[in-house]
């Protein structure tokens, strides 16, 4: 997991100081290191000395506006997320913008609550579009860039795979249960692909209602529906050129299914609300951990986008099915979290070996992070290891519908916070805390380890999104 607190350089384009100096005070608990530039001369200028984590820029500026700045800034392949914003709201500009690789278009004044989710969105994308997926390294190389582990027939299978289709166009089609790395899999084809230079978006189809998911997929219009209060641009089109990732694609509608088709067969969908049609170019790679051919006989998945999505089809083997990797995962494992030696006494290496592994990969990290934690070193038992299967069984229960759960009376949660400001404000006089970013983050830790890593649980249980849950892990 990355460090969520670590500073993000971000480049301001305005040629109003007041526009600065607001940025400087909204951004302060999210950074502490932003470049002001009044110009897209200015910018471009900064540019060749910077390389900046996100730039937030405006439409209407003197000498080179931010449309022809975003064009300069795009063919330049800095793989850098640029937000528009401008005063004038026009339909034009949104398009325009978007077709020159915007990742979002934001009205002035901004809202701060959805302007802070978009720049948060807009770094975790910068985060997944950095780091490149590789395999087949030796140990001495795992470095800061994910790693497809494993020697099995079925890993060296994997990795024949990636090498054919990373290089086209091609729809890929990932399957495989829970926890097996379908996200892995898709950026390492993103990552040597020739669409590298541009984004790299992911979106869970279970995680989102199938009103809203139509919504983030394909934009709406305008008054498209209660609480449309301007035009907005879906994944499709901000994925323009670039790849999108479909993570959970068996959990979508059948109707939202029959507007993918389109999109799949001619690069083509209407808005939400819309009547014309828009073209997009982004390359689609789907993954689920259902059965597909299933939910078609059970008329839960339409059979033309079953066989439209077998274009290019890769299963990822469960845990069981490739349990020789188990070892050499779990020294990865210890390796990510500091320790480069790993020993596992014989009845610690039994147990790896012959555990069922549900949760497959993302399991197994789970519990050796548990294990090198309690054994306080990188000696780890078996009894470091059942303790960890253990804690880890006892969080499978369901979380509680809210509202069911017992809660403490009122003035026992008015005394409890009391005592939490008390200590809050004693920890300032020492050392600065950004408590509400340090509390979503917390939060969303513990969420995790309540719901044993499972991020639609998680986020279901603090009432957010899973993009703003994975955004609050640094993921």
Not at 21 to 47: C, D, W
Request: glycine share 6%; proline share 4%.
């Amino acid at each position: 997991m990355e460090n969520q607190s670590a500073e993000s350089l971000i480049l301001i384009v305005d040629d109003e100081e007041a526009v600065h100096y607001s940025f400087k005070r909204f951004l302060a608990p999210l950074t502490q290191r932003i470049l002001p530039a009044h110009s897209g001369e200015e910018a471009l200028s900064i540019l060749e000395k910077e390389t900046p984590d996100l730039v937030i820029m405006d439409i209407k500026m003197g000498g080179m506006d931010g449309l022809t700045t975003l064009k300069e800034i795009t063919q330049r392949s800095l793989q850098i997320p640029v937000i528009i914003m401008t005063a004038y709201s026009t339909a034009n500009a949104a398009i325009e913008a978007t077709r020159l690789g915007a990742f979002e278009y934001v009205m002035k004044p901004f809202d701060p609550p959805h302007m802070m989710e978009v720049i948060q969105n807009a770094l975790s994308t910068r985060r997944l579009m950095q780091k490149t997926v590789v395999w087949g390294v030796n140990e001495d190389q795992w470095g800061t860039d994910d790693v497809l582990i494993g020697a099995s027939p079925a890993m060296r299978e994997l990795y024949k795979f990636i090498g054919k289709v990373a290089d086209s166009n091609a729809l890929v089609l990932i399957t495989g249960e829970s926890g097996t790395g379908k996200e892995l899999v898709a950026r390492a084809i993103y990552s040597h692909s020739p669409r590298n230079k541009n984004i790299f978006l992911p979106i869970n189809c279970a995680a989102l209602p199938d009103s809203l998911l139509e919504s983030e997929l394909f934009g709406h219009e305008k008054g498209a529906f209660t609480g449309a209060i301007e035009k907005r641009i879906g994944k499709f089109e901000q994925a323009h050129k670039g790849t999108l990732f479909l993570d959970e694609i068996g959990e979508m509608s059948l109707a939202t299914q029959g507007k993918l088709l389109r999109v799949l067969q001619d690069g083509t969908f209407q808005r939400v609300g819309g009547k014309e049609f828009v073209r997009t170019d982004a390359r689609v790679i789907a993954a689920t951990n259902r059965n597909l051919a299933q939910l078609v006989a059970e008329n839960k998945f339409r059979e033309d986008l079953y066989y439209r999505l077998q274009v290019m089809t890769i299963h990822l083997p469960s845990l069981r099915e490739r349990r020789d990797d188990i070892p050499l995962l779990a020294r990865y494992f210890a390796a990510r979290a500091g320790y480069k030696e790993l020993t596992l006494s014989p009845e610690a290496e039994q147990f790896l070996l012959h555990h069922s592994w549900p949760g497959n990969v993302r399991e197994l990290e789970n519990a050796i992070q548990r294990a090198l934690i309690l054994s306080r070193g990188n000696i780890i038992t078996v009894e470091h290891l059942r303790s960890g299967v253990a804690a880890e069984k006892a969080t499978l229960a369901p979380c509680p519908a809210p509202g069911t759960e017992p809660v403490p009376e009122e003035q026992g949660l008015v005394q409890a916070l009391d005592q939490f400001w008390e200590q809050i404000l004693k920890r300032q006089e020492k050392q600065p805390l950004k408590i509400f970013h340090w509390l979503e983050v917390e939060l969303a830790n513990r969420a995790m380890r309540y719901t044993h890593g499972n991020q639609v649980q998680a986020a279901k249980l603090l009432g957010i999104s899973r993009n703003t849950l994975r955004q609050r892990l640094g993921l």
